[in-house]
């Protein structure tokens, strides 16, 4: 690192920028809220727009009116431009509402700022233990000679042999309280960080597509040695470190019996003494469901990557009209080399894309103006009686609020009942709101309808008089 290097990273890494912002406090309180609080991926638009105006509210009562004036939308939309890099904005397939995710630089900074604060202890042996661990694993995994691995797994067995024997003499040697908290410190705060690896992982991926992109723009070359470039390119991102790491991860995640095992040991880790004094995040118990969450939708994204790779290809352009497609790749080489200094102002004028061609025999003959007859009336007054009150008796029902509701139920279980719901939630609204719930649950692909099962549902209307419903069991899943 020398000043140069740090020079260029004050002026050009967003989570730098981030840090030396002024709207720094509210930028990172938010965003930590809005994602890592509850780890939480993506969230889309609308939702995000709620949370924050909520925020901006309770500044500007503190701060003043004065205080950051824009909207909501303005500030999201300003954080995820080029210039900032903070959020990343983008359309999950099948919807047209934009969504919005943290970005690597934001989880940085973010991370920076829970290094500020003061800790309870270093755990310095834990990490010792840990460097020497990883030392011995890496040396017996890299030992090419058999009688030096056999050594070393008959030394690890002698060790295990006179642990099994001093236990069995009644000497059993235990952690102390110190041990156990620093130990439990470093476990909470590797579980966390990896939850935001994964969007590093999923930042790093993309530049390797991008790379992949590139290359097909900026070929020179005929068709046939183009295909076997990409082809050839085309498992580039899961052969990549990148790749072969995740999968690594993925395939020991999603074996049943590690899964069981991480369930057993976090309840028993938790539920111990001194770890209770250090009151941990109760979600910390779920924390491999959310590992599980975040790599399948990271999966899902290098498999919409590798998709889009294959139809970039599919071009049968290139077969009809070889021209065009070299001015095509002339206009993305260009695109490409100002890409990092784009022109301001208006450089390029376009006419009509097509001659406008009129004929003198489509104009339509003369029609004479057609002359309209008004007649006088007096405008009575009518003698019906309606009541106006039904004006301001409309109900809506805020699809988005309910939404919030289920979400946040489903972060401490993995399935919830409209049933229970309704008793955490009771309606407001009367049927529209349950309809509304019925609504959310068609749309969503985890829900689920049991049409043998079959609940009742109570509440009151506005007048006080009592409501059933009977319906098939929803549940709601994560």
Request: glycine letters at 6%.
């Amino acid at each position: 690192m020398d000043y140069h290097r740090i020079e260029a990273l004050r002026r050009h890494h967003p989570a730098w920028r981030l840090l030396a912002a002024d709207s720094a406090p509210l930028v990172l309180s938010f965003l930590y809220r809005a994602f890592v609080e509850p780890n939480c991926r993506a969230r889309p638009q609308g939702e995000l727009t709620n949370a924050l105006e909520d925020d901006l509210r309770a500044l500007r009562e503190a701060l003043g009116e004065d205080a950051y004036p824009r909207a909501a939308g303005a500030y999201l939309n300003d954080w995820a431009a080029d210039e900032r890099g903070w959020l990343r904005k983008f359309y999950p397939p099948g919807t047209d509402e934009p969504h919005f995710d943290l970005t690597p630089a934001t989880e940085t900074a973010l991370g920076w700022l829970d290094e500020l604060q003061e800790r309870q202890f270093v755990g310095a042996e834990s990490r010792l233990m840990t460097v020497f661990e990883l030392l011995r694993e890496m040396a017996h995994g890299a030992e090419t000679d058999p009688e030096a691995r056999i050594r070393e797994l008959e030394r690890r067995r002698g060790e295990i042999d006179a642990e099994i024997a001093a236990i069995r003499e009644g000497r059993m040697a235990l952690m102390d309280e110190t041990q156990l908290k620093e130990r439990f410190d470093q476990v909470e705060r590797t579980a966390r960080g990896l939850l935001a690896d994964f969007r590093q992982v999923e930042r790093n991926f993309r530049e390797l597509d991008r790379q992949v992109r590139e290359r097909i723009t900026t070929w020179g070359g005929g068709k046939g040695e183009l295909l076997t470039e990409v082809f050839g390119e085309a498992d580039a991102i899961a052969d990549s470190d990148q790749g072969k790491s995740f999968r690594a991860f993925w395939d020991f995640l999603m074996s049943p019996a590690r899964q069981e095992e991480l369930s057993q040991l976090l309840e028993g880790i938790l539920a111990l003494e001194p770890v209770q004094q250090l009151a941990p995040d109760r979600r910390l118990a779920r924390i491999h469901y959310d590992w599980l969450d975040a790599g399948e939708e990271t999966q899902r994204t290098v498999a919409r990557l590798s998709a889009q790779l294959r139809k970039f290809l599919d071009d049968q352009a290139w077969l009809e009209n070889r021209r065009i497609m070299d001015l095509i790749h002339e206009v993305e080489q260009h695109a490409l080399a100002v890409r990092d200094r784009p022109p301001s102002g208006d450089f390029m004028a376009i006419d009509e894309p097509a001659p406008g061609v009129d004929l003198p025999m489509e104009r339509r003959l003369f029609v004479p103006p057609f002359r309209p007859r008004i007649e006088q009336q007096v405008v009575e007054e009518g003698e019906g009686e309606v009541d106006p009150a039904a004006l301001f008796e409309q109900v809506y029902v805020d699809k988005l609020e309910l939404a919030g509701r289920i979400r946040r139920a489903l972060q401490t279980r993995d399935q919830i009942p409209l049933s229970e719901l309704l008793a955490e939630y009771p309606l407001e609204q009367g049927l529209a709101e349950l309809v509304a719930y019925l609504s959310l649950a068609a749309e969503d692909e985890r829900a689920v309808m049991d049409e043998t099962a079959v609940e009742t549902v109570a509440w009151r209307d506005e007048v006080g008089r009592a409501r059933q419903a009977r319906l098939p069991r929803v549940i709601f899943s994560r």
